[in-house]
């Protein structure tokens, strides 16, 4: 209802009082769109925002902005070339997508790794995660204005990207699992160079944890904002963090143990109010956690040699070629050769170590690729278009423990060299399925800390 | 204790077409008519109480020759008992529809959502069944075996 034009006329003594104007103002809500283009959105989001003066009373969340046809392209190539793929899932923990794959492809095989693979498959895993995290956190800080925050954690960050650098020759897209183990061991001196990133990672959480934990103006916007319950949230197969902060305590890492992780000591983090705060909470204490899993990791490797003995038995891969073709094979039966480990980061000794001797599955290290026929055979077998690796029929899902919650690949085999079907269960798509329930009821300023919160990664979402 | 698979057959001998547990995944394969209920009952069966709809998505059998050509896969878990248990059903090409689970689990609006978008499944008294990663205009549906990788779609630019 309109105010009348009589009740502008009247002297201001004898205007109707607040509540009277209140009650005859006609209301309606308002659409807003927040995204794609807003900064907070990550640009591939769009969130349609239905507001009562400031209050959100209903959402709708549109994705798909960066599909890319994952799933579509990776039944057109062979088991191996989807590797590749998978680090563009979820790009700020790309390790556990590559582990996670791979360990369902060996599901469909049957296979198990060699022990020291597990162990360097576990501390990537959760290097992995704490980048994960420190991103996630850094950033949402930043959209509430805490930008010394996200300094402090990129520069955290970018100490274990160097160590990641160090042992998959990328920062990024790193595609480093192989079905069957690992590209690479790690390098010489690795052990004390991760130990010494996790020590400054710690100093540099404890620095922000000083900043922000107890900021009255960062624990305001974030206490009792995007509440949601764990009835909810299990409703919605929420997992991981988000999930946590409600007080569930489910973590694949616990509760279907894959790789070695029923081996270590840690715990798992759990909220009580499952609001921005909480989740906050429960992703700086699973640093620590991730950290406390990669000591013990060290403590329990098995060693095996991680540099080759250079006593006269090892060649240069290319001078080995060129003996070979000369027909000199007699000055290279005993030897092994050795490349340059910027070309795949391996030499024959290590790969032992790190790949299974599954010759259906893992490929051969390069030194036998170049320089012998046996070698060259096993490789072409694997990687050339109608020879691939071969899974028996049939299906497998295999749940591992992302940075954002249970991240699953159901593969189906038809026993060629290409996956029928591979799916990825993302984790972040089930917490912005539930963005409407949680964005109802607070304002829109809180859109932005409980988008932060989601870690939504476009990648894994659209996939 | 038998397994949950064949605890759901002997229960629900009518609607359980198909039990194994390959690489140790409990899968039973539903008849259609049974969804829903063999849904209903592994998520209130105390033996059961899958409390999770974890995923929820679809296999095109075309180039193996299915018979029906359409599976929809769904994932369960039970974070009570620490289980979980795979149900399939399949369908027809020229019937594809299958009775939704949004109302049991709030997590299969979305999950339907994209396999009707990626396979062109539809699903009964789903409160919202649009495109989900596709645009509206988008034409036929891409995980689809006859959809080829390298297809073009019209462009749709703003209309002036």
């Not at chain 1, 909220?271 to 699973?286: A, K, P």
Request: aromatic share 8%.
């Amino acid at each position: 209802m309109a105010l009348t034009p009589a009740d502008n006329q009247l002297h201001p003594a004898t205007l109707p009082d607040q509540e009277t104007v209140i009650k005859r103002t006609r209301t309606e809500s308002m659409l807003l769109n927040v995204g794609p283009q807003h900064p907070a959105m990550h640009g591939i989001v769009r969130i349609i925002t239905e507001l009562d003066g400031e209050e959100v009373v209903n959402a709708d969340v549109e994705i798909g902005y960066l599909h890319r046809a994952f799933e579509k392209m990776a039944e057109q190539g062979g088991y191996l070339q989807v590797i590749p793929y998978t680090d563009r899932l979820n790009y700020v923990s790309p390790l556990i997508n590559n582990i996670g794959y791979c360990l369902a492809v060996e599901k469909l095989f049957g296979l198990e790794t060699t022990e020291r693979a597990k162990y360097i498959r576990v501390i990537m895993s959760e290097i992995s995660r704490v980048t994960d995290h420190l991103t996630c956190v850094g950033a949402s800080a930043m959209e509430l204005g805490a930008f010394t925050a996200f300094l402090y954690f990129i520069k955290a960050r970018e100490y274990l990207y160097e160590l990641i650098e160090s042992v998959t020759g990328a920062r990024l897209t790193i595609s480093y699992a192989r079905v069957g183990g690992v590209k690479g061991d790690l390098p010489p001196g690795f052990r004390e160079s991760c130990l010494g990133a996790i020590e400054k990672t710690r100093k540099e959480i404890k620095e922000v944890d000083a900043l922000l934990t107890k900021n009255r103006i960062f624990v305001d916007r974030l206490k009792n904002v995007g509440c949601i319950s764990k009835e909810d949230a299990l409703a919605y197969a929420i997992t991981g963090p988000f999930l946590r902060s409600t007080g569930v305590d489910y973590d694949v890492r616990r509760a279907n143990p894959y790789l070695v992780y029923d081996r270590f000591d840690f715990e798992i983090p759990v909220g009580e109010h499952g609001d921005n705060f909480d989740r906050y909470l429960c992703r700086m204490e699973e640093m620590e956690q991730s950290f406390r899993i990669i000591e013990q990791a060290f403590e329990q490797i098995p060693e095996g040699p991680v540099l080759l003995d250079t006593d006269g038995t090892v060649m240069p891969g290319e001078a080995m070629v060129d003996e070979a073709k000369m027909g000199r094979i007699e000055n290279i039966r005993n030897v092994e050769a050795v490349i340059d480990p910027t070309l795949d980061g391996t030499t024959k000794v290590q790969y032992r170590n790190v790949e299974t001797v599954n010759k259906r599955a893992s490929l051969p290290p390069k030194e036998d690729t170049y320089g012998n026929i046996e070698g060259l055979m096993n490789h072409f077998k694997m990687v050339m278009m109608g020879h691939g690796i071969r899974p028996p029929k049939g299906e497998a899902y295999f749940p591992v423990e992302g940075a954002n919650g249970e991240l699953g690949f159901y593969i189906v085999s038809d026993g060629t060299d290409k996956p029928y079907r591979v799916r990825v269960r993302p984790p972040c798509f089930t917490i912005v399925a539930a963005l409407p329930l949680i964005l109802k009821g607070d304002s829109l300023a809180d859109v932005v800390p409980t988008f932060g919160s989601v870690n939504m990664i476009g990648g894994e979402l659209d996939r | 204790m038998p397994n949950l698979h064949e605890q759901l057959k002997a229960k629900l001998p009518q609607g359980v077409l198909e039990i194994h547990a390959q690489h140790g995944d409990e899968t039973a394969l539903i008849r259609r008519e049974a969804w829903i209920d063999a849904a209903l009952f592994i998520r209130e069966d105390p033996a059961f109480h899958m409390n999770v709809l974890m995923d929820l998505t679809a296999v095109d059998g075309r180039d193996l020759k299915w018979k029906p050509r359409f599976e929809v896969v769904a994932h369960f878990y039970s974070t009570e008992h620490n289980q979980r248990l795979r149900l399939k059903v399949a369908v027809e090409e020229k019937d594809a529809v299958v009775p939704t689970l949004t109302n049991l689990w709030p997590s299969a609006n979305w999950f339907e959502r994209e396999v009707w978008d990626m396979f062109g499944i539809r699903f009964d008294g789903h409160p919202d069944l649009r495109r989900l990663l596709m645009y509206t205009e988008f034409k036929g549906h891409p995980l689809r075996k006859d959809y080829l990788w390298n297809k073009r779609q019209p462009l749709i630019g703003p209309k002036n």
